[in-house]
């Protein structure tokens, strides 16, 4: 899967789960995702690549953009 695929199934799974549209260079909040919204699309890319991101990983600091998130999902697959 290249980069640009994952970016948008993590876009869609964010979609599908929360509504919120996701935004490249927009922060996570910005797009519309509180801290239970952002819990929904983390369970879902778990969900959907199968594998479970540890705990240290899933710091606040660390999910702050959808750039983010694609890096972070990148390190599991």
Known sequence: MTREQLTEKIK?????NTGAELAEGV???ECGL???SLVAV???IEESFGFF??????????????EAL????????
């Open 27 to 29: 922060s996570l909040k």
């Open 42 to 44: 983390i369970a879902g």
């Open 12 to 16: 869609e799974i964010a979609r599908e």
């Open 53 to 66: 991101f540890r705990d240290d990983d899933l710091q606040p600091d660390n999910l702050t953009t959808l």
């Open 34 to 36: 509180d801290s239970l």
């Open 70 to 77: 694609v890096q972070l999902t990148e390190n599991y697959l």
